[in-house]
């Protein structure tokens, strides 16, 4: 069944675990057409400026991992991950779709307008893929926390592909604060797991998990013979800044997808 709306029973297992399997948010058209679409994008086959779009190549076909940075990095499916995807029109309209909506109205507030710290296709290219280490989505640069991500499995998400893995009921604090991009060190994640083993979120092609931003999570790689792509769009107050003097793509509400600067 199409995922339209949260009911409040769903809202409080979301605050309580910290996660929330969202079901199917995509059609089977709709999968279709964003995963011929990234799999175009990864190919050098989109007409779009490839320069907007952060693409970092995943090690193997003789090439080294890439640095993450912007532009076009050969055709190849062997990619690990590519931001910016809200300057994709397929990939804008799935994340504006109402139900992500009525998820920012309830942890943002209606009237605030919402945009995204990152729209990014994270990908576990068949037998390769690298191993995510367990953090939280927390950024120190950022002048407010960003709350919630929505993940979307493009591919089936299984324990052999490299699923999302999470530790339940993690949300409520910061575990390593002063690491910039919330990952925890060895002894947290040992200490995690004397007390609980972690959830493999294993999702069909279209359905969706609703995260925390602190929600500890991470990934293996992928021993199987299929690729694990996925959607992850990272949603926050609209006027978030970083340090640099960013300002984020808006998704939701007036404004522009152009980042803006403000020094
Ligand atoms: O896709 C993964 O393996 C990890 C996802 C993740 O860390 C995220 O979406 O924030």
Not at 59 to 65: D, N, R, V
Not at 147 to 171: H, M, R, S, Y
Request: glycine letters at 8%; proline letters at 5%.
């Amino acid at each position: 069944m199409m995922s339209t709306g949260i009911t409040p029973e769903q809202w409080r297992t979301y605050e309580e675990q910290g996660y929330l399997k969202l079901g199917k948010v995509l059609t089977g058209m709709e999968l279709v057409a964003l995963s011929q679409r990234i799999d175009h994008i990864m190919l050098g086959k989109a007409e779009l400026d490839y320069e907007r779009l952060m693409m970092q190549r995943e090690a193997g076909e003789g090439y080294e991992q890439s640095g993450q940075t912007n532009g076009f990095k050969g055709s190849t499916l062997n990619y690990r991950k590519i931001e910016n995807l809200e300057f994709d029109p397929l990939f804008l309209s799935y994340m504006q779709k109402p139900v992500f909506r009525e998820i920012c109205d309830k942890v943002y507030g209606t009237d605030i307008r919402v945009s995204c710290f990152r729209a990014m296709f994270l990908n576990k290219p068949a037998r390769n893929g690298s191993v995510l280490p367990f953090h939280q989505d927390r950024w120190t640069d950022l002048d407010r926390d960003p709350l919630v991500t929505v993940w979307t499995a493009l591919d089936p998400a299984t324990i052999e592909n490299g699923c999302v893995k999470i530790f339940p009921k993690t949300q409520g604090h910061l575990m390593n604060p002063s690491n910039p991009s919330g990952f925890l060190t060895r002894d947290q994640v040992e200490r995690l797991h004397e007390v609980m083993e972690p959830i493999n979120l294993e999702l069909e092609a279209g359905e969706a998990v609703l995260l925390h931003n602190w929600t500890v999570h991470g990934s293996e790689g992928n021993s199987s013979a299929k690729s694990r792509r996925a959607f992850s769009v990272c949603y926050m107050d609209g006027e978030t800044v970083s340090a640099a003097g960013k300002k984020f793509s808006v998704v939701f509400g007036s404004g522009s997808l152009q980042p803006e600067l403000i020094v």
